[in-house]
């Protein structure tokens, strides 16, 4: 069975922002996904989003601007039990944490190290993470606000054309398809 994950692109709320090639600026929204099972979904719309004890940036909430991102999570579950929820955030000040090792990998978020940051920003491409997209990290929850739930829908089979023994053999859904143009072009 395979699973198509679809949403809709007409819900983004004025001054708000979809992914782009950047990284994201402060003090802008974007929209971001999250992706956990459906039991932590239920959890997590009754009583919002709590930070992580910890992560490759530390506590905070993760998320990524990317959806292809966020359906892969949680890792290892089936696919039929997963859920992606479609946020607005408020990154406020953005820190790019380029590499492993960075000074700031997990305490960006904290005033003895200097400089405190909301959002810890993974870029693609950087190494860090091993799909090579990008993540991002929220340090307050309340700066995450809920828009919906994108569920994987079941994709139906469809048969593809097959070559065998000289003849072309279809699906019925072509054949049907073909009939239906044969019989407008007879009108």
Known sequence: MAYQWVEDDGDVPPGVS???RSG???GRKYIMYHGTTRQAAGSILTTGFRQ???GMLGRGVYLSRDLEKARRYPIGHPEHNKVVIKVVVNV???IAIRQQGHPRQKTWHDPTYGRVYDTAWVPPNSGMVPSGLEEDCVWDPNRIHIINVICPRLTPYRPQSVQ?????MVGAGV?????LLLLLLLK
């Open 18 to 20: 979809r992914v782009g």
């Open 24 to 26: 994201p600026e402060s």
């Open 52 to 54: 992580s004890s910890d």
């Open 92 to 94: 406020g000040r953005v």
């Open 164 to 168: 065998q023994d000289g003849l072309l």
């Open 175 to 179: 054949v049907l398809a073909a009939a």
